[in-house]
């Protein structure tokens, strides 16, 4: 997962549980441990209240093994799968203390990854009827990025690099003190030759820009910056017959607009709202008690 040992991924998800329930529970869940019998069984429904997309199914379950491995966990759809009001994601059994005391964290992870999933699949609906793949960015909570990439998937998305380590992503800022178009292409030379695999991404603000990045050799991705679809359709055009560098539209997009830009031939569209201000899924949990 994006070049990511799927152990590196497991320690990553265990490291926020553990972060996620030492901050919830502190010394102890005072409100369950003195006005809920410590013999009490209780079996509760992981249930959405809104139709949308899920992801975090099973970090939920594993908050709720967390706290208690005694707990019974059955997982009935996963991520990835569309859901309506009142359907069933999992049922828990156990110990009503148990379950009470791991419900937040469980609803915190799986609530805000499937905001993630569900925002993410009306952009890639939005944007169905062309070629045009959408992407994410890092602009993640921090922790998170494993998760809420993994949450763009689910919903159907593309991962963007993860981290500053995996592409160069060659922004105005990274060029203010020298703009040379040949001092750029002796980076980029001296970038494959000591890092090799390792891609590279070119900050266009104009088609003036495009035109002399289509000339260095070794760029991967030109990122069309805030620019307007005629002149996204312009670069395209630009790059005639070759297959790269890729162009990736970003900045100013929108859902409503999404349609039109993705049109104009661009290979990649990225928004960094999939994960900065995505609102939470609403899901909860139904109790029935076992006396």
Same mark, same amino acid.
């Given at each position: ?6 152990? &590196? ?7 926020? $549980? ?8 502190? @010394?102890? @869940? ?22 949308? #997309? ?6 939920? &379950?594993? #908050? ?16 990835? @799968? ?9 049922? $828990? ?5 148990? $379950? ?7 609803? *915190? ?6 905001? #993630? ?11 169905? =009827? ?21 949450? #763009?998937? =689910?919903?159907?998305? *593309? *991962?963007?690099?993860l981290g500053l380590y995996d592409r160069a992503m060659v922004k105005d800022n990274h060029l203010m003190t020298d703009g040379d178009v040949a001092h750029l292409q002796d980076c980029i030379n001296r970038l494959h030759r000591e890092k090799p695999g390792v891609e590279v991404e070119l900050e266009a603000d104009n088609l003036q820009q495009v035109e002399s990045f289509l000339k260095l050799t070794g760029v991967d991705y030109i990122l069309l910056d805030n620019m307007g679809n005629d002149d996204m ?10 297959? &790269? ?30 994960? =900065? ?8 949990? @139904? ?5």
């Amino acid at each position: 997962m994006w070049g990511m040992t799927n152990q &590196k991924v497991s320690d990553n998800v265990d490291a926020l $549980i553990r972060l996620a329930l030492d901050e919830d529970f502190g @010394d102890g @869940d005072v409100t369950s441990t003195y006005f809920v019998p410590a013999d009490l069984q209780a079996r509760a429904l992981l249930r959405p209240r809104t139709a949308g #997309v899920l992801s975090g199914v099973e970090v939920a &379950k594993a #908050v709720f093994k967390a706290v208690d491995p005694s707990l019974r966990v059955e997982v009935y759809l996963h991520d990835g @799968d569309e859901v309506s009001p009142e359907a069933i994601v999992m049922m $828990i059994e156990g110990r009503a203390q148990s $379950i009470l005391g791991a419900e937040r964290t469980a609803l *915190n992870f799986i609530q805000r990854l499937s905001g #993630v999933a569900t925002m993410t699949r009306r952009y890639v609906k939005a944007i169905a =009827h062309t070629k045009c793949r959408l992407l994410d960015t890092r602009k993640t909570t921090p922790g998170y990025r494993l998760l809420e990439k993994a949450a #763009v998937v =689910h919903g159907g998305g *593309n *991962n963007h690099r993860l981290g500053l380590y995996d592409r160069a992503m060659v922004k105005d800022n990274h060029l203010m003190t020298d703009g040379d178009v040949a001092h750029l292409q002796d980076c980029i030379n001296r970038l494959h030759r000591e890092k090799p695999g390792v891609e590279v991404e070119l900050e266009a603000d104009n088609l003036q820009q495009v035109e002399s990045f289509l000339k260095l050799t070794g760029v991967d991705y030109i990122l069309l910056d805030n620019m307007g679809n005629d002149d996204m359709r312009r670069a395209v055009e630009m790059r005639g017959s070759a297959a &790269k560098p890729y162009f990736e539209a970003s900045g100013g997009l929108t859902l409503a607009t999404a349609p039109a830009a993705a049109e104009t031939g661009v290979d990649f569209m990225s928004f960094g709202c999939l994960t =900065h201000s995505v609102p939470s899924l609403d899901l909860g949990l @139904d109790f029935t008690v076992e006396r």
